[in-house]
């Protein structure tokens, strides 16, 4: 019997383990390896809104992901099948608060664009006013658009975990990478030998990834969020307003966020920013006024040069997939597929937006 090549991945959140399920499902005997926990990175957190951009200026980017959302319910659902544990998953459509006349025509003048560009998909509607929000935060009414969706974000990387498992992938937990040379990868006290190594690391990743591609490779962006324990009606929509997300998730818990800062003295504590999040959701949507605040959490967004998601061949054998920024958790699965591709040895068909090179490319002008 032939034996199946191998392959590495550095990095136990969202990008790392949706690449070993793609690559465990083409036949690849995978190893995960983490220096922390499983899901301890910014796959960790509280939020997971799956939205998409506004139906306008469409671009392959925004067109990857709206394939990304469109297929997230099969994926989820294969998830919980390998797994046999729910990952929170659940298309419930999204409120976009409209604070002004301006936003208000803005919003109007894209229902047109979502009919051609999300093709009967979803619909994007603009209405007088929605159950659960404040209309003093919404006097130009609100957009109901039923793309969106939400997923637990812990739940979701510990299902994932579990149907690697199941599927004869290992994980390695409390090994850290610190070094990365052809055919090879150390972490403090072992060693693993492998043809194809992928770095799906993160921040904490840069080390591992600036002798290819220079001390830019990635950074932080910080992002504070909270849990409440309220309950909202069944099915209300994630809610949107004031560049903040109210998402309801199941089992009474409601996640509120996110900050978006680039400047932080730590990047794992959370302070006053996140205060006025919870402040701006209770105005929004005054039924979560006096809920209790179960968890503050606070961690790194992965950033690329650029804003999209990083993905492509640093050398013979070695990949990278990183960034994603505000929606890693929304195109991971989908990063995952195209990355199995390329370690299989094919061209997947991605936006050229993804690759290394581009994110080192300036724009034109
Ligand atoms: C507050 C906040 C809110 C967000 N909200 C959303 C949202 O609503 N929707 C959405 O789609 N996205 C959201 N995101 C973004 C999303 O969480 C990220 O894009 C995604 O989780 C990135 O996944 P990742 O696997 O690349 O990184 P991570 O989850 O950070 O995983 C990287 C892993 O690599 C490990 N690692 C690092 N260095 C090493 C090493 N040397 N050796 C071994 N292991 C190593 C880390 O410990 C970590 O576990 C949010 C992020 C934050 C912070």
């Not at 980017?61 to 659902?77: E, N, P, S, T, V």
């Not at 195209?338 to 061209?347: E, H, I, Q, S």
């Not at 690759?355 to 034109?364: A, G, I, L, Y």
């Amino acid at each position: 019997m032939q034996e199946k090549q191998n392959v590495v991945i550095v990095g136990a959140g969202a990008f790392g383990l949706t690449a070993a399920l793609a690559l465990l499902r083409r036949g690849f005997a995978v190893t995960v390896l983490e220096q922390n926990r499983i899901g301890t990175g910014a796959s960790g957190g509280l939020v997971g809104a799956l939205s998409p951009y506004v139906p306008e200026a469409w671009s392959v980017r925004k067109q990857f992901q709206l394939d990304a959302l469109l297929g997230a319910a099969a994926y989820w659902h294969g998830v919980e099948t390998l797994s046999g544990q729910s990952v929170g998953y659940g298309r419930i459509g999204r409120f976009i608060v409209l604070p002004d006349a301006y936003e208000a025509e803005k919003a109007v003048s894209r229902i047109e664009g979502a009919k051609r560009l999300w093709q009967g998909a979803a619909t994007w509607k603009v209405l007088p006013k929605a159950a659960m929000i404040s209309p003093k935060a919404a006097p130009h009414g609100v957009v109901f658009e039923t793309l969106s969706g939400r997923i637990n974000p812990r739940a979701a990387t510990s299902a994932l975990a579990v149907a690697i498992r199941n599927l004869g992938g290992e994980i390695v937990e409390n090994c850290t990478v610190q070094s990365v040379v052809t055919g090879m990868v150390h972490c403090v006290d072992q060693a693993f030998k492998t043809d194809r190594i992928v770095l799906a690391a993160g921040v904490e990743g840069l080390p591992l990834l600036a002798p290819y591609l220079g001390p830019k490779a990635v950074r932080g962006v910080k992002g504070q969020a909270a849990m409440l324990a309220v309950s909202l009606p069944a099915n209300t929509p994630l809610i949107n307003g004031q560049g903040i997300y109210i998402i309801p998730h199941t089992a009474g818990h409601v996640a509120v966020g996110s900050t978006s800062e680039n400047s932080w003295d730590n990047p794992y504590e959370t302070d006053g920013l996140l205060d006025e999040v919870i402040a701006k959701a209770t105005a929004i949507c005054p039924q979560l006024q006096g809920a209790e605040i179960v968890e503050r959490w606070a961690g790194l967004r992965p950033r690329a040069p650029k804003p999209e998601p990083m993905l492509g061949q640093l050398e013979k054998g070695v990949f990278v997939a990183t960034g994603g920024l505000k929606t890693g958790l929304a195109v991971a699965y989908r990063i995952a597929d195209a990355l199995a591709d390329m370690v299989a040895g094919k061209t997947p068909d991605i936006p050229l937006d993804f690759s290394p090179k581009h994110h080192f490319t300036r724009n034109k002008k």
